[in-house]
């Protein structure tokens, strides 16, 4: 179900069509489980019996609430462009909260360090994946291949830890990308944006956490002197609104 629809459209399409394999983001499951308070209505989401969550990293409260919610598995899982499909998942019936589990079959996951060289379990590093569905590289971008596409499969562009059991842990982005929803967005695109408001004299754009521990984009702004920051405040909104995607 493509994340754009709002949570009142998604809680419609689960009575109408009464799915038995629910696919989503984090955020619109935590949107729906928000919207509707401590608990779903048992006759909505009783016929699903596996949930697949994907695109951003799961916090572990969050997929415990799903898990509540639905009384299904949970299937969380962590794929690129780059390789394809979803190449490190948790098993349903075993799934580790806070972890985004271990290696599909097939598919080699090792976290190295900034040489290439894998590290120790526990010690963070960058997330490797070798298999064969990894791309061959970047068509007309053979700077960017060089870097994604080495030591014998794809960087993610994931920094993560191996627990001994195997399990993947997502710790942050190694570039300044912010994950929203599943979509790569660039802090700078969003400053280019609030830059050009008449009254703003500076800004950055840095990755926060909301109530559900999901990323989302912060924007700090230094008002020009003299100017009504609450005016200030409603154009950099309304800039945003109409220069940016939703």
Do not use: W
Request: net charge negative; aromatic share 6%; charged share 20%.
């Amino acid at each position: 179900m493509p994340h754009s629809l709002g949570h009142a459209s998604f809680a419609a399409a689960l009575q109408h069509y009464r799915p038995t394999v629910l696919f989503s983001v984090p955020r619109l499951y935590a949107a729906l489980l928000n919207a509707s308070g401590t608990a779903l209505a048992s006759e909505r989401v009783d016929s699903v019996r596996l949930c697949v969550s994907a695109g951003e990293n799961l916090p572990a409260p969050l997929s415990e609430r799903i898990r509540a919610a639905f009384q299904a598995g949970l299937f969380n899982g962590l794929g690129a462009t780059e390789v394809l499909y979803t190449v490190v998942g948790t098993p349903p019936g075993n799934e580790q909260s806070g972890t985004f589990g271990v290696p599909v079959p097939g598919v080699t996951a090792t976290v190295r360090a900034a040489d290439g060289l894998p590290v120790a379990d526990g010690q963070e590093g960058r997330l490797h994946i070798a298999g064969p569905t990894v791309a061959l590289g970047y068509i007309g971008r053979p700077e960017a291949a060089a870097v994604t596409f080495a030591d014998g499969g794809a960087y993610t562009g994931d920094v993560v830890r191996r627990a001994p059991d195997g399990t993947f842990t997502h710790l942050c982005r190694a570039d300044d990308l912010l994950n929203l929803g599943g979509y790569k967005v660039y802090p700078r695109e969003i400053e280019s944006v609030i830059r050009g408001v008449e009254g703003v004299q500076d800004c950055v754009v840095v990755g926060g956490r909301d109530g559900d521990g999901l990323e989302q984009a912060v924007a700090y702004l230094v008002a020009r002197p003299g100017s009504d920051e609450a005016v200030v405040r409603r154009a950099v909104t309304t800039a945003i609104r109409g220069g940016l995607a939703a």
